[in-house]
């Protein structure tokens, strides 16, 4: 549910690199719509002249966004204004006071590091005594558990949760929302959506590209922290949540955080850890790394509804191509009627596909052309942009959405926590990942893992 609109917007590490990448390019898109009209104040280290300033912001919407226009750019420029100061100084936090004016309900952005938000949430309640604040602070929520527990301490010693948005950018892709929208507004759904009539569910994020010259954060980090802990496992909660009361922003939550909750802590035994062949030679990356750059599990998710269905979940980076996507198989017919005695026909699926392309396909079994009664496999699909139209990117729609203190796509801190549980016996994990060649899907291991079944491959 949304509130009152905030009336300015704070973005700290505004001459960093995603507000360069990501954040300008929101910014722009919701100046171009009409839904900014508010001050922006951008608060940084780096010692801008306004003419430096105003280069900067240009020159990155050029270098990210197609088709700009200028007078946009012009109207966006002069909205934005400037504070140079150290984040742990008073004084920056005097002037930000002063740039704010007479806002009352100002959004501030963190886009820095998580060891400086004590400070900034600090410095922040300091100056804005007379003023209700929403704040937005990015992933990583920690790096485990306990640092996700002590990150929500320094911001609940001046934040309520409902003022603050923890910001998860895959959650507000337009085909990932779409996940949630398809399943409960198609009643033809809803009763095989179950262990009934569903086999298992498999989540696939893969990349071909290799870690792109980030080698030094990405040795810190690693397949499991950069994508399962977050973007897959909000998937697996899109796809067997329960529908809401309402579409009230803890609504939608709660039900995403109860199949959090019913997924138990990962196994070693049912994961492989894989790194591509060349990672320990990127720059910045340890000779003896043991980061994963690939990650294969398989979980449950432990309720009424899913209780004996397998999920299946693979990561990785250097794969044979670049796919995101959610498989839904379900169970075959209980005796094969139309085909040959050699033949064992692939049973329906639903694949909700986001990368490379935004489509949903329906797998179904048709007569094969010819005098005998015989099925083959016929897709149904609809490409989503050119049915629907296309939608606003992530990062717009979610800045839009906590202007207007919806959290309906944000991440609750007790989603948060058990996500972490849910991975954390392999972050302590200290075995050598299995080597696989850049090109592949990862390590025979990982083929095996679905085992009778297997992965979908294009």
Known sequence: MSGPRSDALVMFGISGDLARRKLFGALYSLEQRGHLEMPVVGVARSEWTTDERRSHIATSLAETTPDIDRAVIDRLIARVEYVCGDYQAPETYAELDQKLGSARLPLAYLAIPPSVFGAVAGGLASCCEDRTERIVVEKPFGRDLASARELNAILSTHYAEEQVFR???????????????????????????????????????????????????????????????NHLLQMVALLAMEPPVSRDADALRDERVKVLRAIPSLDPADVVRGQYVGFREEDGVSGDSITDTFVAVRTKVDSWHWAGVPWFIRAGKAMAETVTEAVVEFKAPPRPLFTADECHPVPNRLIFRMKPDDTITMEMQAKRPGDQLVSEPVPLSVDYDAAVGSGPAAYERLLDDAMDGDASLFARQDGVEEAWRIVEPLLSVTTEPLPYEPGTWGPSAAMQLPAPRSWRQE
């Open 167 to 229: 910001i998860d950018h895959f959650l507000g892709k337009e085909p990932v929302q779409n996940l949630m929208v398809f399943r409960f507004a198609n009643t033809l759904l809803e009763p095989v959506w179950n262990r009934h009539y569903i086999d298992h569910v498999q989540i696939t994020m893969a990349e071909s590209l290799d870690v792109e010259g980030r080698g030094s954060f990405y040795d810190s980090v690693g397949t499991l922290r950069d994508v399962v802990q």
